[in-house]
């Protein structure tokens, strides 16, 4: 990842949630992105499926009122970080018996902003005063979020 975008990153999680990240959290943050994004795309193209529809819309993605909320903080967040672009990138988009609508698409970069965001609160749930966070908080905040997701 160009520098630029590592510093743009640190900015994020220090105003989604007061804490100091470095590389490493980075590669964290990406692994667990795709990973989230893939169980999303999963469940959202068997609700598709379901709905004998070849194309994921919107509506088919797993979107709890938690990450709606923690999405719609991320884009007022992003008017002062600027990383919606980074994230367009970042998340990977498994293959998939079904496509995704432009819609979706367009969506995902936003979602995957809000569950950054929720992570981001979930290492100060666990531990309020952490302001950086080490393997023991990352595999403890993984696994609210493997539980929940």
Known sequence: MPVANVSRFERFFRVAGDLDVDKDDLRRFEEFVNDKVYDMLLIAQAVAKAND??????????????????????????????????????????????????????????????IGVALARTFRLIDPELKNPQTEQWERALGVFDTLL
């Open 53 to 114: 529809r070849d194309v994921i819309q919107p509506r088919d993605l797993p979107i709890t009122k938690g990450l709606q909320e923690r999405s719609h903080e991320f884009r007022k967040l992003d008017t002062d970080v600027g990383i919606r672009d980074i994230l367009e990138d970042l998340a990977a988009r498994p293959p998939l018996d079904v496509a995704l609508a432009e819609e979706t698409e367009a969506r995902l970069p936003e979602v995957v902003g809000g």
